[in-house]
């Protein structure tokens, strides 16, 4: 008597001599294995197997078309470890044996066959089976904690960044809506340059953090209302370093080390004259250039207690003017496009009223 933990596994047989499959699964059925089915017709058999689920598969060779050798090349894509095959023929010739054994068979039995022996290699093969299944129900089990873990983990990375996004902005003439504006545009730009959408999400939460240095600048500068001078200016341009040591992290999650970059590089320019490294084109990273991009157009459409809104057409001109200088010229090109939609957005997410 086969163990109870087989009473249920499927046990498909194939032979086209019908007998053949009577004495196999009556003989099964006699050992505890209650879910047998069997196929005197070949190419049913290979229909139903490429189509259900099963445990293991007790296959002739020598049949009509398809015969047992066709069956396995059809079936070679299987796990042969959650799907054994034990093949059960009067072929026993080391040729056959060896080209069944070669296509994927686990198992070869020849005829007749000794029905102690045939039980013995069913209860080897289906503890094969089972095993296997196991392994991937517990891979699976593992693989969605890890999601689950990866999803709680993203979520305590994001809420860190909105703190520290809303502790700078208490130090800041920026408001809430301000660096909303920019993650949601930042997302935007991104998904139609045909990023993928973990990226496009990386940027929308890590976009609104590009000015969290600013936390690490005195009031008496950052708050100035008038012009700066040239050492408070130069003492200003610290806060992209600044920004990147609060976010750099030794062992950062994909957020953090974007949050890093933007904060670092989002004052770069395209041609070189940005600050703080003086990176031209391409080397300043590709979230920088979008978030510059967006910053600055954000900043010329809201008020500001020293400047009014500028018209949309003139800070659409001056995007267009500065493209090769301080912005990617493709981003420029692509931004075109997508005006409207940014629009819309920073009037459904406006301070005051702009003007058009």
């Known amino acids: 008597m086969l163990s109870k933990d087989f009473h249920q596994s ?60 066709e069956i396995l090349r059809c079936l070679a894509g299987r796990d042969r470890s959650a799907s054994p095959v034990i093949i059960i023929t009067a072929l026993s010739d080391t040729v056959s044996r060896r080209t069944g054994l070669e296509l994927g068979a686990n198992d070869y039995l020849s005829k007749p066959i000794d029905l102690p022996e045939v039980i013995l290699r069913v209860r080897n093969n289906l503890q094969l089976s089972r095993a296997s299944q196991d392994l991937q129900t517990a891979n699976q089990t593992l693989e969605q904690k890890v999601r689950e873990r990866t999803a709680q983990l993203n979520h305590s990375h994001g809420a860190l960044m909105r703190t520290l996004t809303r502790a700078a ?8 809506n301000h660096i909303t504006r920019i993650g ?12 993928e959408d973990e990226w496009v ?12 240095g600013k936390i690490g600048i005195a009031d008496h500068i950052l708050l100035k209302p008038g012009q700066l ?53 391409e080397q300043i990273p590709l979230s920088a250039r979008i978030v510059a991009l967006c910053d600055v157009y954000d900043a010329l459409r809201m008020p500001r207690p020293y400047k009014a809104a500028w018209p949309r057409e003139k800070a659409q001109g001056y995007l267009r003017e500065q493209a090769g200088k301080h912005f990617d010229p493709a981003l420029v090109t ?19 009223p702009q003007e058009d």
């Not at 920073?346 to 005051?352: G, M, N, P, V, W």
Request: charged fraction near 20%; include cysteine; charge should be negative.
């Open 10 to 69: 499927r046990v498909v047989i194939v032979d086209d001599v019908v007998a053949n499959n009577r004495l196999l699964e009556s003989s099964l059925k006699a050992f505890g294995l209650r879910n047998t089915i069997s196929f005197s017709d070949s190419a049913a058999a290979l229909e139903w197997l490429q189509h259900n689920p099963w445990n293991l598969l007790l296959l002739d060779l020598d049949m009509p078309p398809p015969n047992g050798f």
């Open 184 to 195: 949601e545009s930042a997302a935007l730009i991104a998904r139609a340059v045909g990023m």
């Open 201 to 212: 999400e990386l940027i929308r939460q890590a976009a609104p953090m590009h000015d969290v």
């Open 169 to 176: 902005g208490y130090r800041d003439s920026e408001t809430g």
């Open 229 to 281: 001078t040239e050492q408070e200016r130069q003492t200003m341009q610290e806060h992209p370093q600044i920004g990147y040591s609060i976010l750099h992290d030794e062992h950062p999650s994909a957020l953090t080390h974007m949050a890093a970059d933007i904060a670092l590089y989002h004052h770069e320019k395209w041609d070189g004259s940005g600050y703080p490294k003086g990176l031209s084109g």
């Open 334 to 352: 692509l931004i075109e496009g997508l005006y409207e939609q940014i629009e819309a957005l920073q009037s459904a997410l406006s301070d005051c």
